[in-house]
């Protein structure tokens, strides 16, 4: 592997984020003489990214921090067609309003990241419906849609593989690639932009906006991808059990966030230093060669550090503080994560499959009822096993709550409204 000169280039090596690159030494020596511009492209295909999108969200981090300007790419018009690459079908299709809703609402996680405005090493958030909506559709075949050979995008990989299952493929999503390609080429014109970050699964849609870019005699253009990361246990990241591990805070709480990395696998502590966290790679060195039980408090550090990029340093150590109170004095912690329930339907008697699944620790009844048989299920610390068991007024404790507690790190209270 390249040793990289330039300093953005050398951090993202050092951190495990380069996957692939176009030109590793063309590239090197762009970062090094002058003030490079990049992107990121991001679909809003929910109101929220998660923590699988943390990976390129931190690379532009470390873009501007390197003394470089990113531009976080909202998909506003791309989103209209929806990425097709290595899915097993269609994305279901967004209205406008869906779309533009969902922008809204990711747009102001980045700003914890990157600081945006109009200096020439601030972040720019970009939509490219700015362009795309506005296409003349012949006059885009015959000056872009003329440089895309069909036979060479069948041979991507992200197609090939759909195609290989005889699976259907839209000319809608075929589509995309080359829209891809053009916003690149057009952010160029707008604001000089020589490089495209993605995951390692864009490689082939990036190639694509250098070709076309040569085409239609733009400077040369760059590609580089980070690793589609996985757990050691071969999980995804950014899901768990409960469903995915939501960046937007009024979709998962910074508590709850904060324990989806407090129990991260002891082989992926070292690595997620590294790529989610700012610590310093000596700081991460010292932290790599603790073992046995202080290996626990390596994973709080991991996790307070990442809560406090995304929620602040106060929230982060609060979730910190409420998992202590929680786990190691077994306190009934305020600050757990809670729902509250009409006081009349405690009084009444909740089913306590119906209660588990309500309160999001599990996503069926038949679930809670395997839970129960396992011996997982605790009302105020007490294991339960009968899955017909009423919860009502009578188990609401001296703190004003009932806690619900899936395992030993699940907790949630219910607070009679």
Known sequence: MSEFKSDFLHTLQERGFIHQTSDNAGLDALFSKETVTAYIGFDPTAPSLHAGGLIQIMMLHWMQAT???????????????????????????????????????????????????????????INNADWLLGINYLEFLRDVGRHFSVNRMLAFDSVKTRLDREQSLSFLEFNYMILQA???????????????????????????????????????????????????????????????????????????????????????????????????????????????????????????????????????????????????????????????????ELEAGIGILALFVRAGLAESNGKVRQFLKDGAVRINDTVVSDDRQLIGTGDVTADGVVKLSLGKKKHILVRPA
């Open 182 to 344: 053009y916003d690149f080429v057009e952010l160029y014109k707008r604001t000089g932009c020589r490089l495209q970050m993605g995951g390692s699964d864009q490689w082939g849609n990036i190639i694509n906006g250098i070709d076309l870019g040569h085409r239609m005699g733009t400077p040369q253009l760059y590609a580089l991808t980070s690793p589609l990361l996985t757990t050691s246990s071969g999980a995804k990241m950014g899901k768990s059990v409960n469903g995915a591990i939501w960046l937007n805070p009024d979709m998962m709480s910074a508590y709850d966030f904060w324990q989806y990395w407090r129990n991260t696998e002891d082989a992926d502590v070292l690595r997620f230093l590294k790529l989610y966290t700012t610590l310093p790679m000596d700081e991460i060195a010292r932290l790599s060669q603790l073992g046995g039980a202080e290996i626990n408090e390596v994973k709080k550090i991991l996790a307070t550090e990442i809560t406090a990029m995304l929620h602040g340093r106060a929230a982060a150590q609060e979730a910190a503080e409420t998992a202590r109170k929680t786990f190691e004095e077994g306190a009934i912690a305020e600050n757990l994560p809670s729902i509250d329930v009409p006081a009349a």
């Open 67 to 125: 003394g470089h300007r990113p531009i976080s790419l909202m998909g506003g018009g791309t989103g209209m067609v929806g990425d097709p690459s290595f899915k097993d079908e269609a994305r279901q299709l967004m209205t406008p309003a869906t779309i533009a809703s969902n922008i809204a609402s990711i747009k102001s996680v980045f700003s914890n990241y990157l600081t945006y405005g109009d200096g020439p090493k601030d972040a720019l958030m």
